[in-house]
């Protein structure tokens, strides 16, 4: 089924191995299994499935046909009706370093994929403030308020591209319910992080302990 706004983007590709090159390209999964890209589709979450993809929930649906090469499969993807570019390039996204009075860290641990522990936020919207999608994105995650203080990071790795702001806590409530994004969150002390962390908490220590905002590319 195709749609508009901001559904998923699913590509449809005959050819396993164009199918495997195209998301390497666009740093997405690849599956071959409906129920797998069912869950993927359903979180918002724009994959490559090899084979058909007509009997998925509502999403951005190109077919990708035998017989092409990866530039023509390119090809027709950009020409998709009704699909906004910036979804087919860099994926930009604000996350959070806030820490409590007793400098613990807030980290969220996923629902899915490994169920890596990270620091909480998430994509940037068409035309949204980084600093205001992070705030956003912490009171989703989480339930805290939190301001920004200042950009600490911004880290890029193929189509990823992150910023990273230091946050203060203002209040709210803490969220107890968790869903298939969010599976729970807690507080940390960074140097001593629970098992299953994303590599950018390192990282971001090693470069706050420079004192000087941070930007690579890798």
């Known amino acids: 089924m195709t749609a508009t706004g901001d559904a998923a983007v699913v590509l449809a590709v005959t050819d396993a191995a164009i199918a495997h090159a195209l998301g390497a390209d666009f740093r997405w999964p690849v599956v071959s299994d409906t129920t797998h890209a069912t869950v993927l589709v ?4 724009s994959c490559v499935v090899v084979g058909d993809g007509t009997d998925l929930p509502e999403c951005h649906l190109v077919e990708i046909p035998a017989g092409i090469d990866v530039g023509e499969a390119h090809q027709l993807v950009a020409a998709a009706p009704d699909l906004d570019p910036l979804r087919l390039n860099a994926d930009v996204g604000a996350f959070a370093w806030v820490t409590d009075d007793k400098g613990r860290l807030l980290l969220v641990r996923s629902a899915y994929g490994y169920g890596t522990w990270g620091l909480p936020g998430g994509t940037i919207g ?9 705030v956003r994105e912490v009171g989703e995650e989480t339930g805290y308020e ?10 890029g790795r193929r189509q990823h591209i992150g910023f990273y702001f230091g946050c203060s806590l203002q209040g709210g409530d803490v969220r107890r319910a968790f869903d298939t994004e969010v599976a729970e969150l807690g507080w940390f002390d960074p140097a001593e992080p629970p098992p299953r962390t994303s590599p950018v908490l390192p990282l971001l220590l090693a ?9 690579r590319f890798f």
Do not use: H, I, K, M
């Open 42 to 45: 359903t979180q918002g979450f």
């Open 126 to 134: 068409l035309y949204e403030a980084p600093d205001g999608a992070v």
């Open 146 to 155: 939190v301001t920004v203080d200042r950009l600490l990071a911004v880290y």
């Open 207 to 215: 470069d706050l302990a420079a004192g000087q905002v941070a930007a």
